[in-house]
């Protein structure tokens, strides 16, 4: 019954080594690096304004 069954299934089908050219990764990444960093900037202006209001 094995036999039979081994003998019935298809071999693995062949995938290419790299199915990311990169492209998408890079792209992901610098969104996330220019995200981070206007966040930082917002804080940072938020930071300022307490700090100038509260001085007056």
Same mark, same amino acid.
């Given at each position: 019954?094995?036999?039979?069954f081994?003998?019935? /299934?298809?071999?693995?089908?062949?995938?290419?080594?790299? +199915?990311?050219?990169?492209?998408?990764?890079? @792209?992901?990444?610098?969104?996330? @690096?220019? +995200? +981070?960093?206007?966040?930082?900037?917002? +804080?940072?202006?938020?930071?300022? @304004?307490?700090?100038?209001? /509260?001085?007056?």
């Amino acid at each position: 019954m094995l036999s039979l069954f081994i003998a019935n /299934t298809p071999a693995p089908a062949e995938e290419p080594i790299d +199915r990311d050219p990169g492209v998408i990764t890079l @792209a992901a990444a610098l969104i996330r @690096a220019v +995200r +981070r960093q206007h966040d930082a900037a917002f +804080r940072r202006r938020c930071d300022q @304004a307490t700090t100038t209001t /509260t001085a007056v």
